[in-house]
C-alpha cells in the first residue's frame, strides 16, 4: 500500500525566504505526482503535477521535483510571501491506477510566511 | 465556469439520521471523485466515477455510505444512520482526459458534516 509521507508538518518562515517541502512516498511505481494547496475552510487548489517520465515542474515561484527511483520530490517555493500561507498537500497516482484518478495523498504541510 | 459546488457547505445531525451531501461537477468533465478529510487520516478518496459509472469504490468505509450520479452534472453521496465518527470535511472533485494528454483534479470548497 502506498504511503506519502510530508516533513515537516508545520513550518514558519519571515516573508522573503526560499524555502523546501518533502515529500517521500514508498512505492516509486506512480503514474505522476501532483502538489495542491488548501487554504483554510476551502477545497484544493492543483499547484504543479509531474510525470513520471519527468524529473521537475516550475510555475512562476514554484518549481516541484521528482527523483522517482528515490520516492522523494520537493517543492521550492522561491521569495515567500505572506499569500503562500496555506497547507501544502502532495499527492500520488499509481501506475495503471486509471491514469491520475486514484490518488493517494501525504498529511501535508501547514506553511505560515510571516511579515 | 462557478467551479465545483457542493451543498450544504456544513451540516449538523444527530447520530442515526441520514446524510445525503451533493455535488455538481464541472461542465464536460467525465470523471467525479468523493473524497473525506479527517485530522486523523488525511484525505482519503471513497469512491471515483467516469461518465456516470463508478469504477472503484474500494475506498467507501461500510455500506452506512453510497454514492449515486444518476447523470453527468449531479452526483450524491448519503450516509445512513450517521455516526460520530463520520464527521469530517467531505470533498467532491471533477476531472476531464484531455486529448493527448492530461488534466488535474478540481476541487469543490467541502461539506463539513458534524454528527452529535
Known amino acids: 500500500k502506498q504511503e506519502v509521507t510530508q516533513i515537516p508538518a508545520a513550518l514558519s518562515v519571515p516573508e522573503g525566504e526560499n524555502l523546501v517541502l518533502n515529500c517521500s512516498f514508498t512505492?516509486?511505481?506512480?503514474?505522476?505526482l501532483q502538489w495542491f494547496r488548501q487554504d483554510p475552510g476551502k477545497g484544493l487548489t492543483s499547484l504543479l503535477l509531474?510525470?513520471?517520465?519527468?524529473r521537475e515542474q516550475t510555475s512562476g515561484r514554484l518549481n516541484a521535483s521528482l527523483d522517482k527511483s528515490s520516492g522523494r520530490s520537493t517543492l521550492y517555493i522561491a521569495a515567500s510571501q505572506p499569500g503562500d500561507s496555506a497547507t501544502y498537500l502532495c499527492?500520488?497516482?499509481?501506475?495503471?491506477?486509471?491514469?491520475?484518478?486514484?490518488?493517494?495523498f501525504g498529511t501535508g504541510t501547514q506553511l505560515k510566511v510571516e511579515l | 465556469d462557478a467551479g465545483v459546488i457542493q451543498s450544504p457547505r456544513h451540516e449538523v445531525t444527530e447520530m442515526g439520521q441520514e446524510v445525503t451531501l451533493r455535488c455538481k461537477p464541472i461542465?464536460?468533465?467525465?470523471?467525479l471523485f468523493w473524497y473525506r478529510q479527517t485530522m486523523m487520516r488525511g484525505l482519503e478518496l471513497l469512491i471515483y466515477?467516469?461518465?456516470?459509472?463508478?469504477?472503484?469504490d474500494s475506498g467507501m468505509p461500510e455500506d452506512r455510505f453510497s454514492a449515486k450520479m444518476p447523470n453527468a452534472s449531479f452526483s450524491t453521496l448519503k450516509i445512513q444512520p450517521s455516526e460520530p465518527r463520520d464527521s469530517a470535511v467531505y470533498f467532491c472533485?471533477?476531472?476531464?482526459?484531455?486529448?493527448?494528454?492530461?488534466?488535474?483534479?478540481?476541487f469543490g470548497p467541502g461539506t463539513r458534516l458534524t454528527v452529535l
Open positions: 472533485a471533477s476531472r476531464r482526459i484531455l486529448a493527448g494528454g492530461i488534466d488535474t483534479q478540481y
Open positions: 512505492d516509486s511505481a506512480i503514474y505522476n
Open positions: 509531474i510525470q513520471s517520465s519527468q
Open positions: 499527492a500520488v497516482s499509481p501506475q495503471g491506477g486509471g491514469g491520475g484518478n486514484k490518488l493517494t
Open positions: 461542465s464536460g468533465h467525465d470523471y
Open positions: 466515477f467516469n461518465n456516470n459509472v463508478p469504477i472503484d
